[in-house]
């Protein structure tokens, strides 16, 4: 549970630097860029950068949320494999829509949160477990209506369906393939044993 505390604490101190101190400047220079140079740095940077304190607000909740439902499927203590299913998300999510998205600056960890739902359906799919499916049954019911921030909407230009649609397909990624979380995890579990 540290690890969803740390992340939250970190997005709020970056994000309220962002936008208290340096008028959104940070979300400018690190954000998502498409098919830009400097908008690679937004792959490992825009998770952690939102426009306005609504926007924060509106993201922390379903990560929390989500994140602790990813947090009960983890192999192990030290959420080892959270790290690597947290990492294939925003790498996949953010490539993707540095890759495809449209000519804006993509900001915010919409794109993990959707990665987090991809995850924990795949998961239930894949490994169907009285966990991973209830589970997964759970998430259907607090956030399948959320599926619809996947579709291009001329009336929510500001929203980065990219970044969801992306993220939900890393977040499918990361749950068809347990083996490689297992094994990546137990590396970076051992990395982060006291």
């Known amino acids: 549970m540290e690890v969803l505390r740390d992340s939250i604490i970190l997005t709020w101190l970056v994000s309220l630097v962002n ?10 220079l690190l ?4 098919r830009s140079l400097i908008g690679l740095l937004g792959i490992v940077f ?9 926007h924060l607000i509106a993201n922390t909740v379903p990560f929390l949320v989500l994140g602790w439902l990813v947090l009960l499927q983890s192999r192990f203590e030290n959420g080892g494999d959270f790290y690597v299913i947290t990492a294939i998300i925003v790498l996949i999510g953010g490539f993707g829509t540095w890759l495809l998205g449209r000519d804006a600056i993509h900001i915010g960890a919409s794109g993990l949160i959707f990665g987090y739902i991809g995850f924990l359906l795949a998961q239930g799919y894949v490994g169907p ?26 009336s929510e230009e500001r929203i980065s369906w990219e970044g969801h649609l992306f993220g939900f397909v890393g977040g499918i990624v990361a749950g068809v393939y347990p083996e490689f979380l297992t094994m990546l995890g137990t590396a970076i579990n051992n990395l982060i044993q006291p």
């Open 19 to 28: 936008i208290l101190i340096l008028n959104n400047g940070l979300g400018r």
């Open 46 to 54: 825009s998770p952690l950068l939102h426009r306005d304190i609504g």
């Open 31 to 34: 954000g998502i860029r498409p």
């Open 129 to 154: 477990t009285a966990l991973t499916l209830g589970l997964a049954l759970i998430v259907f019911m607090l956030y399948g209506s959320q599926l619809w921030g996947m579709i291009p909407s001329a």
